[in-house]
Antibody, heavy 121, light 107 residues
């Protein structure tokens, strides 16, 4: 059974650093890209970027480029999302998602349960 | 970025009703359009991919249509578990973008 299990909710202050994680099981970790998706309190979904677990090649959405860092640890089949300096506007729910591609399309076929990040002074 | 505009933003319907949600892309995206359902407190789950293909295990009351810039998601007979938020998402070009969601509420 494919599972993406995310780390627990976090409450942080502006300017603090944070890393959240997504532990993957049930398929070969290096076979699929992992994306991160933010959901704002008002429900909007935003794709942040993706990482290829084979070589850690990343692509960031311009909206998030330079503010977050994606990484993977192949030894533990874990993907991570890191901030070095949080802002109040980073408050939201963060999902990791597995990308599936075939001849017709690419889409997210499995999602983590989400990690709620609250940034407040 | 490719913009995807969903409508309506919300609708009220009853169990057994037929419901259609639309999604319009700001440019031609062929059939690179996916639909997700998000139940309260849960992560999104894929329903339809490549505009018309039903994902494994998704009930046949869900169907997708369209190509190019205009797409639809139809639920032929609403069930209690379908009262949720629905999102479309384009995978034609990065950055992948989502519609702003359609909330389906009980009338």
């Amino acid at each position: 059974e494919v599972q993406l299990v995310q780390s627990g909710a976090e409450v942080k202050k502006p300017g603090e650093s944070l890393t959240i994680s997504c532990r993957i099981s049930g398929y070969i970790f290096t076979s699929s890209w992992i994306s991160w998706v933010r959901q704002l309190p008002g429900k909007d979904l935003e794709w942040m970027g993706r990482i290829d677990p084979i070589d850690s090649y990343t692509y960031y959405s311009p909206s998030f480029q330079g503010h977050v860092t994606l990484s993977v640890d192949k030894s533990t089949s874990t993907a991570s999302l890191q901030w070095s300096s949080l802002r109040a506007s980073d408050t939201g729910m963060y999902y990791c998602a597995k990308r599936h591609c075939d001849n017709t399309a690419c889409y997210f076929d499995y999602w983590g349960q989400g990690t709620l990040v609250t940034v407040s002074s | 970025d490719i913009q995807v505009t969903q409508s309506p933003s919300s609708l009220s319907a009853s169990v057994g009703d037929r419901v259609t949600i639309t999604c319009r892309a700001s440019q031609n995206i062929d059939t690179y359009l996916n639909w997700y359902r998000q139940k309260p407190g849960k992560a999104p789950e894929v329903l339809i991919y490549a505009a018309i293909s039903l994902h494994n295990g998704v009930p046949s009351r869900f169907s997708g249509g369209g190509s190019g810039t205009d797409f639809t998601l139809t639920i032929s007979s609403l069930q209690p578990e379908d009262f949720a938020i629905y999102f479309c998402q384009q995978s034609y070009r990065t950055p992948w973008t989502f519609g702003r969601g359609t909330k389906v509420e009980i009338k």
